[in-house]
């Protein structure tokens, strides 16, 4: 059995719903399903949200029209028998009624949740509709009912397996089945998420929980590319690479996959590929345990960097200064992404500034604190790119014109990271597109 994911554009108009329903049943093999909402569906949800949180109800009301109205046009053109048409109205009737509903009530934090999930449920209930008008069979597996998360977020995956096998145990004859990517119900049995672009990870989980033979990502690019396509010219995908890779380009900048997709596939050695819906025969990237080559094979940029160094005498010979350092970090619950040191300083990068102030308060005693704002991490990913032969001639070589303000290079063998100002962000990985990959 395998695992299919479609992303929000590869759902987002009528036709293209068409197109995957054909995606689908193409191979005989069983699937699983997993579709994230319409593109742009979750954005209009969190303004809604937002909106009732302001108390500006008839801001939300409007926001709410225009969405409705957006999905009256869809199903208009997803669907033409009478039969049909009546079962898309009724679903797209029943989660807009919720959402005027929930205009009337107080808003609290769970309320905003139950808004959010309304857009997988809705594209995974619209394309049930469509696979029936088709007389394709199928059945619709509700995430809410198998996919669940712990205290601290955490999805618990023991649990998310024993259920999902016994629903497919119940079904034994089913194979084909639509899931909803992204919700998931929490420890306190409400309605929640997996945050922004969670659907990658709704996926991983379910290969994972029922040892998928692959785990298919279906977006609207053919795999992860060596470098920014919306920031250089010319960018090939990379057809092969390990889940170390694909988790520090992930995590770094590409956008193509969630980074916290990789660990369940990874655990349970399923094999993720990442493909093109409107290009389905490329070769997309397989994300194995095996790099495949040795070498670096892309870069990455993360926006949003702020850099903080602080500077004491104090460490000189001392010990245990990181450690109540990285305390303060740890405190504010603020992961730290890159970190450099000298004997007298050290320098990290966080890319959440939600407690910054409290974060350069508690950090004062310990010595001078400088901030630099608005940085990017530049990211070149690889596989032993350390033995790759002139890479740092050809990496430091390409770039000799950018200030570069940190360099992190050792901390895994897959991965060197450079800190510079956003402000450089084109114009390196464009430098770097020519020095590292030939190309312009
Ligand atoms: N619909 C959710 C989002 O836009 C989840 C996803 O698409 O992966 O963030
Ligand atoms: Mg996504």
Redesign the pocket.
């Known amino acids: 059995m395998k695992v299919m994911k479609f ?2 554009t590869s759902v987002g108009r009528p036709e293209r719903m068409h197109h995957i329903a054909g995606l689908v049943t193409k191979e005989k093999e069983p699937a699983i399903v997993v579709l ?2 319409l ?1 742009g ?3 209009a949800l969190v303004e809604i949200g937002e909106l009732i949180a302001k108390g500006d109800r008839t801001g939300a009301r409007q926001a709410i029209e225009k969405l409705e109205a957006h999905y009256q046009a869809f199903i208009a053109e997803l669907v033409k028998k009478p039969e049909a048409t009546a079962k898309a109205k009724a679903v797209v009737a029943e989660h807009f009624e919720f959402l005027h509903i929930i205009l009337r009530i107080s808003f609290s934090e769970a309320l905003s949740k139950d808004i ?1 999930a309304q ?2 449920l809705l594209s995974t209930k619209l394309f049930c509709v469509y696979l029936e008008e088709q007389g394709i069979s199928h059945l619709l597996l509700p995430a809410l009912e198998f996919m669940t998360i712990d205290h601290y977020d955490e999805p618990q995956i023991g649990s998310i397996k024993v259920k999902l096998n016994q629903w497919l145990k119940k079904h034994k004859g089913t194979s084909l089945f639509i899931t909803q ?2 919700i998931c119900r929490n420890a306190r049995g409400e309605v929640d ?10 996926a991983s989980l379910i290969a994972a929980a029922i040892q998928a033979s692959v785990c298919e990502i279906w977006t609207d690019i053919d795999g992860m590319h060596n470098n920014d396509p919306r920031v250089v010219k010319k960018t090939v995908p990379v057809e092969q690479m390990s889940f170390d890779e694909a988790a520090e380009l992930a995590y770094f900048g590409a956008k193509i996959l ?1 980074p916290a997709s990789i660990w369940p596939a990874q655990q349970y050695n399923i094999p993720v590929k990442l493909l093109n819906t409107m290009q389905p025969e490329a070769k997309g990237t397989t994300i194995t345990e095996e790099a495949g080559s040795v070498g670096v094979k892309a870069v990455a940029a993360k926006d949003d960097i702020t850099a903080i160094r602080i500077k004491s005498s104090r460490m000189l010979l001392a010990y245990g200064f990181l450690r109540k350092i990285f305390e303060v970090f740890e405190k504010y619950r603020t992961p730290i992404d890159m970190i450099t040191t000298s004997e007298v300083a050290v320098s990290l990068t966080i890319d959440n500034t939600t407690h910054l102030k409290e974060i350069l308060k508690e950090l004062e005693p310990f010595g001078t604190v400088e901030i630099d704002e608005n940085q990017t991490i530049i990211s070149v990913v690889g596989n032993q790119i350390a033995r790759t032969e002139d890479m740092v001639k050809k990496l430091f070589g390409s770039i000799m014109n950018i200030p570069v303000r940190m360099v992190s290079y050792g901390g895994s063998p897959h991965n060197i990271s450079l800190l510079v100002p956003a402000t450089c962000k084109t114009q390196i990985l464009q430098q770097l597109n020519r020095g590292m990959f030939g190309l312009e």
Request: proline share 0%; hydrophobic share 10%; charged share 15%.
């Open positions: 992303g929000g994230s909402a593109s569906t979750t954005n959010l857009g997988e990517g992204y998420n997996l945050k922004r672009g969670g659907s990658d990870y709704s969630h």
